[in-house]
């Protein structure tokens, strides 16, 4: 843990956070922190705090006292579209993920997902949320992303995603397709500075046609990422970082 993350609901009297759980045993065993050390903090949703101090630490719980607060880190204005993966990989995705600071994470349907997948425990709030507050405690950050599982790609691309994002800020990878440049060379660059980037990845076994030219007509702009074949966890993260590169400077 590179921050312990606090919900709004344990301060108490605005500046107190009592644990009894496995946050307190990382800083009772991890830590070894004493009565008077500083702890780094933060509130989900909320500010983080890098001056936070024990007040009172034993064998069972520890107090912690809030000092001054600072915002989240900024928003890297990416987002992520995700034809849902195995399960096993989308476990190992969710921290990642979260922890690159992408701001809302789609999880969608396309023809080559295995209709299996949908059942998997991994997509259940109860489930994906520990492993998201693990990405942010790993990253040092409080902004919990949006979450959209969604089955209907359809739906998705034409309302939701439509509304959301404007002309020009929408791209999806596919291999074979012209490599991204941020020197001027491809239309509507400018654009993809300014305003929230969507990024799309889709199944291992890729999109079907009908679900390229599905996202083409929705405004989509595709391009390749190499010559190298990647799993989808690697991809996403590279394809996150690349993009964040290239626009975010």
Same mark, same amino acid.
């Given at each position: 843990?590179?921050?312990?993350?606090?919900?709004?609901?344990?301060?108490?009297?605005?500046?107190?956070?009592?644990?009894?759980?496995?946050?307190?045993?990382?800083?009772?065993?991890?830590?070894?922190?004493?009565?008077?050390?500083?702890?780094?903090?933060?509130?989900?949703?909320?500010?983080?705090?890098?001056?936070?101090?024990?007040? *009172?630490? &034993?064998?069972?719980?520890?107090? /912690?006292?809030?000092?001054?607060?600072?915002? +989240? %880190?900024?928003?890297?204005? #990416?987002?992520?579209?995700?034809?849902?993966?195995?399960?096993?990989?989308?476990?190992?995705?969710?921290?990642?993920?979260?922890?690159?600071?992408?701001?809302?994470?789609?999880?969608?349907?396309?023809?080559?997902?295995?209709?299996?997948?949908?059942?998997?425990?991994?997509?259940?709030?109860?489930?994906?949320?520990?492993?998201?507050?693990?990405?942010?405690?790993? *990253?040092? &950050?409080?902004?919990?992303?949006? /979450?959209?599982?969604?089955?209907?790609?359809? +739906? %998705?691309?034409?309302?939701? #995603?439509?509304?959301?994002?404007?002309?020009?800020?929408?791209?999806?990878?596919?291999?074979?397709?012209?490599?991204?440049?941020?020197?001027?060379?491809?239309?509507?660059?400018?654009?993809?500075?300014?305003?929230?980037?969507?990024?799309?990845?889709?199944?291992?076994?890729?999109?079907?046609?009908?679900?390229?030219?599905?996202?083409?007509?929705?405004?989509?702009?595709?391009?390749?990422?190499?010559?190298?074949?990647?799993?989808?966890?690697?991809?996403?993260?590279? %394809?996150?970082?690349?993009?964040?590169?290239?626009?975010?400077?």
């Amino acid at each position: 843990m590179n921050r312990i993350l606090a919900s709004a609901g344990e301060v108490a009297d605005n500046e107190y956070v009592e644990l009894r759980d496995e946050r307190f045993v990382h800083i009772r065993d991890v830590l070894q922190a004493r009565t008077g050390d500083s702890v780094r903090i933060g509130i989900l949703n909320g500010l983080r705090f890098d001056d936070a101090h024990i007040v *009172s630490i &034993d064998a069972d719980c520890c107090v /912690i006292k809030l000092g001054s607060g600072i915002a +989240p %880190l900024p928003s890297i204005n #990416i987002d992520l579209l995700l034809a849902l993966p195995r399960p096993k990989c989308m476990k190992r995705l969710w921290p990642q993920l979260t922890a690159t600071g992408a701001g809302r994470i789609f999880i969608v349907n396309a023809e080559k997902v295995e209709p299996n997948y949908w059942g998997a425990q991994i997509l259940k709030r109860e489930a994906y949320m520990p492993l998201v507050i693990e990405g942010l405690s790993q *990253s040092g &950050d409080t902004a919990v992303p949006e /979450i959209v599982i969604e089955r209907r790609l359809k +739906p %998705l691309l034409e309302d939701k #995603i439509g509304h959301d994002y404007n002309d020009g800020c929408k791209l999806l990878a596919n291999p074979g397709s012209p490599h991204l440049s941020a020197n001027g060379s491809n239309a509507g660059i400018g654009n993809m500075r300014n305003n929230r980037l969507i990024v799309g990845v889709g199944p291992e076994g890729g999109w079907s046609k009908y679900e390229l030219d599905m996202f083409e007509q929705n405004g989509f702009r595709l391009f390749g990422f190499g010559e190298r074949i990647l799993r989808t966890d690697t991809a996403c993260i590279a %394809l996150i970082t690349h993009v964040q590169t290239l626009f975010r400077r």
